[in-house]
């Protein structure tokens, strides 16, 4: 059974930093493609940062510069490192894992961020 447990959300001022860990079980973490979503109340579900199997990453231009993702093979993790919070951070965020057709996503956390 797929799980992807999320922690570390919260609550922080405008500024401040945060760090997400998402730990999954039941895939093949290794030669799993990460990411961690965020979706903000009447907002669609956006991309915030993805890491390949091989370590190659990607941000969101809005994020890019404040936010880091890193993965932790041996100890199937991913983290989202989140620095220079802004209001407009505030969102849900969601760990995602896909592998060919396999898709799986956590059960997100809050950010929220005051100004």
């Known amino acids: 059974q797929v799980q992807l447990v999320e922690s570390g959300g919260g609550l922080v001022q405008a500024g401040g930093s945060l760090r997400l860990s998402c730990a999954a079980s039941?895939?093949?973490?290794?030669?799993?493609?990460m990411g961690w979503w965020r979706q903000a109340p009447g907002k669609q579900r956006e991309l915030v940062a993805t890491t390949s199997s091989s370590g190659l990453t990607v941000y969101a231009d809005s994020v890019k510069g404040r936010f880091t993702i890193s993965r932790d093979n041996a100890k199937k993790t991913v983290s989202l490192q989140m620095n220079s919070l802004k209001p407009e951070d505030t969102a849900v965020y969601y760990c995602?894992?896909?592998?060919?057709?396999?898709?799986?996503w956590g059960q997100g956390t809050q950010v929220t961020v005051s100004s």
């Open positions: 039941g895939i093949m973490f290794t030669s799993s493609a």
């Open positions: 995602r894992a896909t592998r060919g057709p396999y898709d799986s």
